[in-house]
């Protein structure tokens, strides 16, 4: 990894294939940029083995508003261009919420808030057991902490030292119930926790590319469109 | 809860050691219990504290990297707090479980609604092709354990207070003759067994022994009915199993019958014998509701 280009350009061309969006739509995505810079410098993955053991987990707990999602495992060759168009039409594999079943590449069925982050705790630990070193990243939004079941995990992961595991917070400022410094209340918990420009490429890769022994929060602001 | 319970964790530690791809999440309950299971691999135990909603959504983490999980708690911690995350993190993301449950229906007599869950199974039936299994004994609960915790499927096991006296050689998704008649059908659960045949002594009826309700033995069924009345006599709300009956018998012309626990709040006290009393599923109950329904 590290050797890709990150073309924004792309990303944002295949997501708007996916919605039928114009491009500056596509663009203001607010886990675009996460998104490519995990793909693209982060994450070990094999496209040509989805399910290969070495792989870096990746869960998107905020399954809704895929399209982003969809347009980075497309980018990287999980799956054809021509699924794109298809985006949540009756036959295609690519709905409003990710299936693991239908979609090369994607670790977990997602789209009831409050999930993901459970289940990264699980794999965490699992990855642990085998004595693996792969990590996991799971992506939650700002308003999907709201639920009470993230909370429990909160607590939890840092009792459990997850080293292992990364939450990815995009905060685009639409939680109803104020949780910023989102980065502090966390750190509270026990995580590593920082806060980022969520459009800034190089901030964000050297928040996701640091281990820690605890485990990592790594909140990603974007409250503008590019 | 001891016998069957406590077989089944017993079982479970056995399978641990001698399975690798076994993991435990707890969520508090019965901790102490799987002793053996947290000193043999902490990798593979954890007690994530009271979050129920976690302890499924870890225990998923788990199977989506190939382990066989079972988790533990007291039933309506799991099969109705939790049930979205049975529902989404097992059914969705089709990964198995074992789900072993203790205090089944009201066997946490003293306690109140809040630890009752005679709602349980209904629950579990809204999540499709989930397995589900009512021992009557430990021994049964044993080989159900067993049969399922590997198999992929989310797997629901309760456990109750309250068992038959001889265990019977079950086997998953079989019903088991008890006893053959010609005037009607008598269907009986897990621990209902013995009353139900206590309270059918003297009486021309099949009784049918259920251990596994899902998959239903619809063939078995079939093959043994006798007259034009079945009568389930189950541990759970009356006609939780009304579904399953109608698909089996599909379109025998046969009146259905449900003996269970009244559809009410149980807002009484005592132990779960005193409480089958008062809900009428102590054997004489059985026999009273079995004479009226077969006139």
Redesign the interface.
């Given at each position: 990894m590290g050797t890709l280009t990150l073309d924004r350009d792309e990303i944002v061309r295949l997501a708007a294939l996916a919605t039928g969006d114009e491009k500056h739509e596509a663009s203001s995505y607010s886990t675009l940029d996460a998104l490519l810079v995990l793909y693209g410098h982060i994450l070990r993955v094999d496209p040509e083995d989805p399910a290969w053991e070495q792989r870096d987990r990746f869960i998107l707990s905020k399954g809704h508003g895929p399209a982003a999602y969809y347009a980075v495992l497309c980018w990287r060759g999980f799956f054809p261009e021509h699924w794109l168009p298809t985006f949540t039409r009756q036959g295609s594999r690519l709905g409003s919420h990710p299936d693991r079943l239908l979609v090369p590449g994607v670790e977990a069925s997602t789209g009831s808030l409050g999930h993901g982050l459970p289940l990264a705790v699980g794999v965490a630990l699992a990855l642990r057991a085998k004595g693996a070193d792969q990590r996991v990243v799971v992506l939650t939004g700002d308003a999907e902490l709201n639920e009470g079941s993230n909370w429990e995990a909160i607590m939890l992961a840092p009792q459990l030292q997850l080293g292992n595991l990364t939450l990815l917070v995009i905060d685009n400022g639409s939680s109803t119930i104020d949780l910023v410094p989102i980065h502090e209340r966390l750190a509270v918990f026990g995580w590593h926790a920082e806060q980022v420009d969520g459009r800034d490429h190089a901030a964000l890769e050297a928040a996701l590319s640091a281990r820690h022994d605890q485990p990592a929060a790594v909140v990603a602001t974007v409250r503008t469109t590019p | 809860m001891i016998a069957m319970r406590g077989q089944a964790i017993d079982t479970v530690a056995e399978l641990f050691e001698d399975d690798p791809r076994v993991?435990v999440?707890l969520a508090e309950i019965s901790v102490d219990r799987f002793n053996p299971v947290f000193a043999h691999?902490p990798?593979?135990a954890?007690n994530?504290?009271i979050?129920e909603?976690?302890m499924?959504?870890?225990?998923?983490?788990?199977?989506?990297?190939?382990?066989h999980?079972v988790i533990h708690t007291i039933t309506p911690f799991v099969a109705e707090r939790a049930l979205?995350?049975l529902k989404?993190?097992f059914g969705?993301?089709?990964l198995g479980v074992l789900v072993i449950t203790v205090g089944g229906s009201y066997d946490y007599g003293s306690e109140g609604p809040t630890h009752h869950s005679p709602g349980d199974v209904q629950a579990l039936f809204t999540i499709p092709a989930t397995e589900i299994l009512v021992p009557g004994a430990a021994a049964e609960a044993d080989r159900l354990v067993r049969a399922t915790y590997a198999n992929g499927h989310l797997t629901y096991l309760r456990t109750q207070l309250v068992t038959n006296r001889e265990p019977r050689d079950v086997e998953f998704g079989r019903l088991l003759v008890e006893r053959r008649g010609t005037r009607a059908t008598v269907v009986a659960v897990g621990p209902m067994l013995d009353r139900t045949l206590d309270a059918t002594a003297g009486m021309d009826v099949t009784v049918l022994y259920a251990t596994t309700v899902s998959p239903f033995d619809a063939e078995t069924l079939n093959r043994e009915l006798a007259g034009d009345d079945v009568i389930v006599v189950e541990p759970f709300y009356a006609g939780t199993l009304a579904g399953v009956l109608s698909e089996a018998l599909g379109d025998r012309p046969v009146r259905l019958h449900a003996v269970g626990v009244p559809r009410a709040m149980i807002r009484d006290y005592g132990t779960p014998e005193q409480l089958d009393h008062v809900l009428g599923l102590d054997g004489a109950g059985i026999r009273r509701q079995i004479a009226s329904a077969i006139g």
């Amino acid at each position: 990894m590290g050797t890709l280009t990150l073309d924004r350009d792309e990303i944002v061309r295949l997501a708007a294939l996916a919605t039928g969006d114009e491009k500056h739509e596509a663009s203001s995505y607010s886990t675009l940029d996460a998104l490519l810079v995990l793909y693209g410098h982060i994450l070990r993955v094999d496209p040509e083995d989805p399910a290969w053991e070495q792989r870096d987990r990746f869960i998107l707990s905020k399954g809704h508003g895929p399209a982003a999602y969809y347009a980075v495992l497309c980018w990287r060759g999980f799956f054809p261009e021509h699924w794109l168009p298809t985006f949540t039409r009756q036959g295609s594999r690519l709905g409003s919420h990710p299936d693991r079943l239908l979609v090369p590449g994607v670790e977990a069925s997602t789209g009831s808030l409050g999930h993901g982050l459970p289940l990264a705790v699980g794999v965490a630990l699992a990855l642990r057991a085998k004595g693996a070193d792969q990590r996991v990243v799971v992506l939650t939004g700002d308003a999907e902490l709201n639920e009470g079941s993230n909370w429990e995990a909160i607590m939890l992961a840092p009792q459990l030292q997850l080293g292992n595991l990364t939450l990815l917070v995009i905060d685009n400022g639409s939680s109803t119930i104020d949780l910023v410094p989102i980065h502090e209340r966390l750190a509270v918990f026990g995580w590593h926790a920082e806060q980022v420009d969520g459009r800034d490429h190089a901030a964000l890769e050297a928040a996701l590319s640091a281990r820690h022994d605890q485990p990592a929060a790594v909140v990603a602001t974007v409250r503008t469109t590019p | 809860m001891i016998a069957m319970r406590g077989q089944a964790i017993d079982t479970v530690a056995e399978l641990f050691e001698d399975d690798p791809r076994v993991a435990v999440v707890l969520a508090e309950i019965s901790v102490d219990r799987f002793n053996p299971v947290f000193a043999h691999d902490p990798a593979r135990a954890v007690n994530v504290g009271i979050m129920e909603q976690t302890m499924v959504g870890v225990a998923a983490g788990y199977a989506l990297e190939g382990f066989h999980p079972v988790i533990h708690t007291i039933t309506p911690f799991v099969a109705e707090r939790a049930l979205e995350q049975l529902k989404l993190d097992f059914g969705h993301q089709q990964l198995g479980v074992l789900v072993i449950t203790v205090g089944g229906s009201y066997d946490y007599g003293s306690e109140g609604p809040t630890h009752h869950s005679p709602g349980d199974v209904q629950a579990l039936f809204t999540i499709p092709a989930t397995e589900i299994l009512v021992p009557g004994a430990a021994a049964e609960a044993d080989r159900l354990v067993r049969a399922t915790y590997a198999n992929g499927h989310l797997t629901y096991l309760r456990t109750q207070l309250v068992t038959n006296r001889e265990p019977r050689d079950v086997e998953f998704g079989r019903l088991l003759v008890e006893r053959r008649g010609t005037r009607a059908t008598v269907v009986a659960v897990g621990p209902m067994l013995d009353r139900t045949l206590d309270a059918t002594a003297g009486m021309d009826v099949t009784v049918l022994y259920a251990t596994t309700v899902s998959p239903f033995d619809a063939e078995t069924l079939n093959r043994e009915l006798a007259g034009d009345d079945v009568i389930v006599v189950e541990p759970f709300y009356a006609g939780t199993l009304a579904g399953v009956l109608s698909e089996a018998l599909g379109d025998r012309p046969v009146r259905l019958h449900a003996v269970g626990v009244p559809r009410a709040m149980i807002r009484d006290y005592g132990t779960p014998e005193q409480l089958d009393h008062v809900l009428g599923l102590d054997g004489a109950g059985i026999r009273r509701q079995i004479a009226s329904a077969i006139g």
